[in-house]
């Protein structure tokens, strides 16, 4: 194969990747050990695109040609978008070539499907087998898993891979019936299920990395190897999942509810959220604009505040304006502003649950207040000196030298509450990619 | 009269000199911290100056570091392990700032820690304290982009034993090679690569990593041609719809972008996104329109319906295969 011919199926088949969010690079960490590549546990961003988003792993399909039809995706079957197909030989060929030159962290592998489930998830498996084997590639490789792909591939696949995802779409079954009709909830949650208990076996019992095995042929999928009789490893770096917000009705509160049952069913590491975008030929069936890139970061915002912020989803839920959340205020705020009783609090008192509700204040400056208060008593200086917001954040707090009146809260509660309905031609001023797991 | 500390500049040689300087109770006001990075050109051109094996060096630093802190402690107000640690972390990155006075701004620390303040690691408002953290952040975040940004090209290629040589060259806004060294050494152990900066280059050999303190200015190295294909990639990745040049440009700042060999492309890819998102949102099809496409994909194409994927023949491909991947 010539650098041209390579370069042609490289376009259609970056082309065809680029709208899945999900770049992450991070979670695994293990040295080099005289290999080609390491990992570092947290993700190096290599390049950046004019779109803001961070390049860390080569992103591409094997193939953009596929038998299902799912409305939203420029790869439908009823696409007329161009077709390519690349070998897994080629694809472990320039994962390499551009880690050599450090472009990248490893390869992030998809593809549509071909054939079968099956069929496509050997191929995937394939491309990380050459990549550790024949190469001994000991970078980050994130596969897609085909859901329907039958188990034994799915162990092969967590065996070469750091991560796997499968991806949830859309936030509802109804929503998945009607635009993907191949794909079922039932079936992606239970390849998620099948990775899940996987990883969970392998905390619970030493596992070991996999000689490596000069045959091309693939290898046993018997999770212990012969040998030692201990497991081998699994997807150290997790499972992640995307779900493309906008192309259907359903609220944020409802895209929250899903994505909070994934994360403490499957023990996600993240659930990426992706702003609808506009595809060549898309489907009358579709909204003709995209939401807002906002409504995307709004999501991330919640999404952190359940996760690490100790908030439950009836808290987030109780701010928002028929199940979406405020356009103009951040959850956070827009929660504090609904609960003003629980306000102000002491920052010099307050136990860390408590400091991580005031808005403007994140997790990695509570840490800081927390440490410096054994020494003194903070004063409004030292927020300022810790770059808190304090436009946001003054209304909440008590210093050592400040103590909000409770006019002030009421002012601002009654100014700021009315929600403003967001309109589809916001221009988004945030961006929320670099935020990874 | 004041002092001047001779050292070369690498947060071992600053910590030595250090202690040498508390044991003789040196006030910090009486010391002259000189910046070796700084120097005169030709001073030390082409010396070298540390050529142990990288973990080496590490774990030596780690040890010294401890048995000085020990004996600091002795005789003054109690310095915690915990805070000693604290600023050893700090000064390990912030003597590779591009600050000259960055050396004394350490001592200082350091001396009024153990002169009254033992805690004061933990005053992260102290005026002193904020300036170690600004430029810790800022050598972190420099060292991250190095290890980001370091674009490598092939040089050369042993025709005997395949060995690969790469070369990178390299702007950062600090001298953050010696904190990167060993990422490099790990994650390309199995090549040998050089990486050039205006002020140091590092080299590994396959063993260890010397690092040289020499200034060099390359303009270009020479062409590698798999970045013809790093750049296809890097223009089709993007997506138009969403350009967001202020976001992209906060991480890949203006300085970098004559080391990357994508940004080259940027401009075109800024201006012609525009263009290409409204082209997408030209096309819209019918769902019959749809349909039809579906069919005459499917082999056979006189169905008008797509049949079940299950009902295909599993063995053959079941769409028209495009002539030019018959063999792929």
Known sequence: ?437 | MKQTAQFDGTFEAWWRATGDFLRRRTQPTDIYWPDPFQKEKGLFDGAQISAQPAPAIRRESRQSAATTSRTLVKGSPLVADTAWRRILALARRVCYARYPERFSLLYRVVWRMQHGEPHLTDLLTDADMRAVQQWDGAVRRDAHKAKAFVRFKLMHCDPITGLEHFAAWHCPSHYPLRLVGDFFADRFATMRWTIFTPDETANWDGQHVVYLQNRSQINKLQEDNIESLWLTYYSHIFNPARLNVKAMQREMPKHHWQTLPEAKILPDLIQSAASRSSAMQGHIDSPAALRKIAARRYRGGAETTPASPAAMDTNQTPFTPHPELENT
């Open chain 1, 1 to 437: 194969m010539s650098l041209v011919d390579i370069s042609v199926k490289l376009a259609i088949l970056a082309d065809a990747a680029k709208y899945d969010a999900s770049c992450a690079s991070s979670g695994a960490k293990r040295k080099g050990n005289g290999k080609l590549g390491n990992a570092t546990g947290v993700g190096i961003c290599h390049s950046y695109t004019p779109d803001g988003r961070c390049v860390s792993l080569l992103k591409i399909l094997l193939t953009n040609f596929c038998i299902f039809d799912c409305v939203y995706c420029v790869n439908r079957i009823s696409s007329n978008t161009q077709r390519a197909r690349f070998t897994p030989e080629e694809i472990a060929d320039l994962t390499i070539q551009f880690y050599k030159r450090n472009y990248i962290e490893g390869l992030f592998l998809s593809s549509g499907i071909i054939q079968s489930p099956d069929y496509t998830m050997e191929q995937l498996v394939r491309a990380a087998q050459l990549l550790r084997e024949v190469h001994q590639f000991n970078g980050y490789i994130h596969l897609k898993v085909v859901p329907g792909a039958a188990p034994n591939l799915i162990e092969l696949a967590g065996r070469y891979a750091d991560r796997l995802s499968a991806n949830i779409e859309l936030p509802t079954p109804v929503d998945l019936s009607q635009l993907a009709p191949e794909k079922s909830f039932e079936q992606i949650t239970s390849a998620m299920g099948n990775i899940a208990d996987k990883i969970q076996i392998r905390r619970r019992s030493p596992t070991v990395i996999r000689n490596p095995e000069q045959t091309l042929a693939l290898p046993s999928v018997e999770a212990r190897t012969p040998v030692s009789g201990k497991l081998n490893r699994f997807a150290p770096a997790g499972q992640s999942t995307q779900m493309i917000v906008g192309a259907t009705p359903s609220s944020d509160v409802t895209i929250l509810e899903t994505a909070r049952d994934l994360y403490n069913r499957y023990q996600l590491r993240r659930v990426y959220y992706s702003a609808y975008s506009l595809i060549p030929h898309h489907d009358s069936r579709l909204p003709g604009i995209a939401p807002p890139l906002l409504r995307e970061h709004r999501l991330y915002q919640a999404d952190w505040l359940l996760r690490f912020y100790g908030f439950d989803l009836s808290e987030i839920a109780s701010a928002t304006e028929n199940g979406q959340l405020h356009a103009d205020l951040d959850p956070k705020l827009a929660w504090a502003l609904r609960h003003p009783a629980r306000f102000p609090i002491d920052i010099n008192r307050a136990p860390r649950h408590e400091l991580l509700r005031i808005p403007g204040l994140g997790a990695r400056n509570v840490d800081r207040i927390i440490r410096m208060r054994r020494i003194s008593k903070l004063r409004l200086a030292d927020l300022i000196a810790l770059k808190v917001p304090l436009k946001r954040a003054r209304p909440f707090v008590i210093t050592a030298d400040y103590h909000p009146s409770i006019s002030e809260l009421d002012r601002l509660s009654t100014a700021r509450s009315r929600p403003v309905q967001q309109t589809l031609f916001d221009v988004a001023p945030f961006h929320a990619d670099k935020r990874r797991s």
